[in-house]
């Protein structure tokens, strides 16, 4: 064996070696993957295969006054992607349908509900404080030696909460709400209570209305049972009423009283923004079972088996040697095909699944012109080496060609799925030009490889082996390159 041809057969072990460790080491599923059941050897499946939610929301387009309700309805599309990114949703597909309405397929989700009520919330955070008239009943049951419970009086409309504001340096009056705020809260845990916070920092203008506002509710003195509370609202729902104990001039603050889960949606609703558009619904709610992902996979691996023994065996006994040598480049082009899934990461689906069994005719399809050009070259006369390497070179024009048509339609498909919002064409599209890239990098490389390492050997003067009549070995150095 030349240098050469060591040289990218050690090539070809370390990938099969990588791509092998890639494919069957498991990635450590994350929290989120736990948790929605969305992970299958480390690779994502799609909404066919891994099951989940199908929803269907309208939007309320008709408070927007002179903004283009596309716009509008792109900004629904934004924000729903960041809430739905953070609360762990891998791979979802949100897209617009027709003129109001954001269809959303959330693969793999269990808990329905926190999701419907995550995606469905305008998130319009606002603060407020008590009238006159509701701090002195409220501070008549301080007096009495009770904390009063805001949230009950609330609910009973015992007591009356307006919003916050206070005037800017512009000599304008604002109201102090989310709008102020810097997408940067997050959860914290108090060391000393060793319970959950929401921690938000607005933006100068919010600072300096934060200030203002703290400043009117703090008696200046703390722990004082003259503080008054500052209410915090979302989408008009009482979320917490903390008291306020001390001035805050630097924009920054915390959300108390709050869970540890209530805690984590409310950071995601917060940082993604308020939704531009009230959403009704959802309209359509489809659960889809996981068992028949299940079923479609099975389904598809008995399909994609049967069809690669039949392909092998027919390579097999019509090519001899090389069509065994081929098939060993095969598997590891499906290894290989499997590894890249993992690493770009792809999100399998049925429309994928089809796509990689039909790269895999692709592959074989490229090694069938290579051996058929190599048959004529040893019927022609020429010693193996010589025959491999005229076999490949003439071969090429056609396998480079054909597949980068492929690839070529592949990118219309593609483009048309995105155009389309069909996510199935695009994954079908992905999928293919992936298997049809590594199929012409196993056929040029892997299979020639294997083939020139018989050049030189006892079975190189059988070339009944390789398709041709028998003859003595006389082939060259240079032919053996």
Same mark, same amino acid.
């Given at each position: 064996m030349n240098r050469g041809n060591l040289i990218r057969l050690t090539i070809i072990v370390i990938l099969v070696v990588l791509a092998l460790c890639e494919v069957l080491i498991k990635d450590a599923p994350s929290i989120q993957e736990s948790r929605h059941g969305n992970n299958t050897l480390g690779m994502s499946l799609g909404l066919d295969l891994s099951g989940g939610t199908l929803l269907v929301?309208?939007?309320?387009?008709?408070?927007?006054?002179?903004?283009?309700?596309?716009?509008?309805?792109?900004?629904?599309?934004?924000?729903?992607?960041?809430?739905?990114?953070?609360?762990?949703?891998?791979?979802p597909v949100i897209q617009k349908q027709g003129s109001d309405r954001i269809s959303i397929q959330l693969p793999g989700i269990r808990d329905m509900k926190a999701a419907v009520d995550l995606i469905g919330q305008t998130a319009e955070l606002d603060f407020r404080e008590l009238t006159e008239?509701? %701090?002195?009943?409220?501070?008549?049951?301080?007096?009495?030696?009770?904390?009063?419970?805001?949230?009950?009086?609330?609910?009973?409309?015992?007591?009356? %909460?307006?919003?916050?504001?206070?005037?800017?340096?512009?000599?304008?009056?604002?109201?102090?709400?989310g709008k102020h705020l810097k997408r940067t809260t997050r959860v914290v845990i108090r060391q000393d209570t060793n319970r959950p916070e929401v921690a938000f920092e607005l933006n100068d203008e919010g600072a300096e209305l934060l200030e203002k506002i703290t400043g009117r509710l703090f008696s200046g003195v703390?722990?004082?049972?003259?503080?008054?509370?500052?209410? *915090?609202?979302?989408?008009?729902?009482?979320?917490?009423?903390p008291t306020?104990?001390?001035?805050?001039?630097?924009?920054?603050?915390?959300?108390?009283?709050?869970?540890?889960?209530?805690?984590?949606?409310?950071?995601?609703?917060?940082?993604?923004?308020?939704?531009?558009?009230?959403?009704?619904?959802? *309209?359509?709610?489809?659960?889809?079972?996981?068992?028949?992902?299940?079923?479609?996979?099975?389904?598809s691996l008995?399909?994609?088996?049967?069809?690669?023994?039949?392909?092998?065996?027919?390579m097999m006994l019509y090519y001899r040697l090389p069509g065994v040598l081929a098939g060993c480049a095969l598997l590891f082009y499906g290894i290989l095909v499997l590894a890249a899934f993992k690493l770009i990461p792809v999100t399998l689906t049925l429309a994928g699944i089809a796509a990689f069994i039909l790269s895999i005719g692709?592959?074989?399809?490229?090694?069938?012109?290579?051996?058929?050009?190599?048959?004529?070259?040893?019927?022609?006369?020429?010693?193996?080496?010589?025959?491999?390497?005229?076999?490949?070179?003439?071969? %090429?024009?056609?396998?480079?060609?054909?597949?980068?048509?492929?690839?070529?339609?592949?990118?219309?498909?593609? %483009?048309?799925?995105?155009?389309?919002?069909?996510?199935?064409?695009?994954?079908?599209?992905?999928t293919l030009a992936i298997g049809v890239a590594l199929s012409m990098f196993t056929a040029i490389f892997v299979t020639r490889t294997f083939l020139r390492l018989f050049i030189g050997t006892r079975l190189a003067s059988n070339i009944s082996l390789f398709g041709g009549a028998r003859f003595e070995q006389t082939s060259t150095p240079k032919e053996q390159e």
């Open positions: 929301y309208k939007a309320d387009l008709s408070d927007i006054g002179d903004e283009d309700p596309g716009d509008a309805m792109q900004g629904v599309v934004e924000i729903i992607w960041r809430r739905v990114d953070a609360y762990g949703v891998t791979e008239d509701s %701090w002195e009943y409220a501070r008549s049951i301080i007096a009495e030696g009770f904390f009063p419970d805001y949230p009950s009086l609330t609910e009973q409309d015992a007591i009356e %909460w307006i919003p916050a504001t206070a005037l800017t340096s512009k000599g304008e009056v604002v109201h102090l709400s703390e722990d004082s049972l003259d503080n008054r509370p500052m209410g *915090i609202f979302l989408d008009n729902n009482y979320v917490s009423s306020v104990q001390s001035v805050i001039p630097d924009g920054q603050g915390v959300i108390t009283n709050i869970g540890l889960e209530d805690a984590q949606e409310l950071s995601i609703l917060l940082n993604a923004g308020a939704l531009p558009v009230p959403l009704e619904g959802p *309209i359509v709610r489809e659960d889809i079972d996981p068992t028949l992902g299940s079923d479609s996979i099975k389904k008995i399909a994609g088996v049967v069809g690669l023994i039949l392909v092998l065996a027919f692709m592959a074989v399809d490229a090694n069938v012109l290579i051996f058929e050009r190599l048959r004529e070259e040893l019927r022609a006369g020429r010693t193996l080496g010589g025959a491999i390497e005229t076999g490949f070179n003439r071969a %090429w024009t056609a396998i480079r060609d054909s597949n980068i048509s492929t690839l070529i339609t592949c990118g219309i498909l593609y %483009w048309m799925g995105s155009s389309l919002a069909v996510p199935s064409v695009m994954g079908f599209a992905l």
